[in-house]
């Protein structure tokens, strides 16, 4: 166990549902990430928030939506998704600028 | 443009052997180096990390060796063994002070198969 949880671990939607994912830690970190994980592709970084503070998106369909209420929690709002968005979808935390320590991760389908 | 990729998507090695798994940087300017093991259905998983002004460092089983004449990194896990079967990625990072978070940069991952 890393210390960062992740919640629900397998979610299955339509393309009209709006859902959300929750990232959670209590590691003292200051700062949090959204990756997505596809097939045979990189980890793909989506948002970067430090001290709840956005600091990067890096051009992210606005059809995902991140939300960082505090620093041990992050979620991402997900609304009207295309099938190609179905992935792994990762959450991390880390002190600032070092290594990062992974949930388990959403596998999220889209239908 | 910058990148970290893997020589190899794919590694076999017979259960007890050493494996090597290779890293290419792009990025000179990167000065820390991060090791990930990922097994099937979780999330990656920090093995050792190096910085820039170290060539080799060594943990339990595992040894990071960075070259950074050539940008090259590789992940040497001595006896291995069946609960090593995972993807390894590796990730470069600059290093920032005083303020502002230097993102990770993940290359593709080698999968790790473990032949008893």
């Known amino acids: 166990e890393t210390g960062v949880t992740q919640t629900p671990r397998h979610l299955v939607m339509g393309m009209t549902n709006k859902k959300s994912l929750k990232c959670e830690q209590h590691?003292?970190?200051?700062?949090m990430y959204w990756y997505k994980q596809s097939a045979k592709k990189p980890l793909e970084l989506m948002f970067v928030?430090?001290?709840?503070?956005?600091?990067e998106n890096n051009s992210v369909p606005s059809r995902f939506s991140p939300e960082c209420p505090n620093s041990s929690h992050l979620f991402l709002h997900l609304h009207t998704l295309q099938p190609e968005d179905s992935a792994l979808y990762l959450c991390?935390?880390?002190?600032?600028?070092?290594?990062?320590?992974f949930g388990p991760g959403t596998r999220l389908t889209v239908l | 443009g910058e990148s970290v990729g893997l020589h190899l998507p794919t590694l076999s090695v017979q259960e007890g052997d050493n494996s090597i798994i290779n890293c290419a940087y792009s990025n000179s300017a990167s000065d820390y180096f991060i090791w990930y093991k990922q097994e099937s259905g979780k999330g990656p998983q920090f093995i050792i990390d190096?910085?820039?002004?170290?060539d080799k460092r060594q943990g339990q089983r595992v040894t990071v060796l960075l070259n950074k004449t050539v940008k090259h990194l590789s992940l040497q896990i001595a006896a291995t063994q069946p609960g090593d079967s995972a993807v390894y990625f590796c990730a470069e990072n600059k290093l920032y002070y005083g303020g502002s978070q230097g993102n990770l940069i993940f290359g593709k991952g080698t999968k790790l198969s473990v032949k008893p």
């Open positions: 590691l003292g970190h200051n700062a």
């Open positions: 928030y430090n001290f709840k503070e956005q600091t």
């Open positions: 991390a935390s880390s002190p600032i600028g070092y290594e990062q320590f």
């Open positions: 190096i910085r820039s002004n170290m």
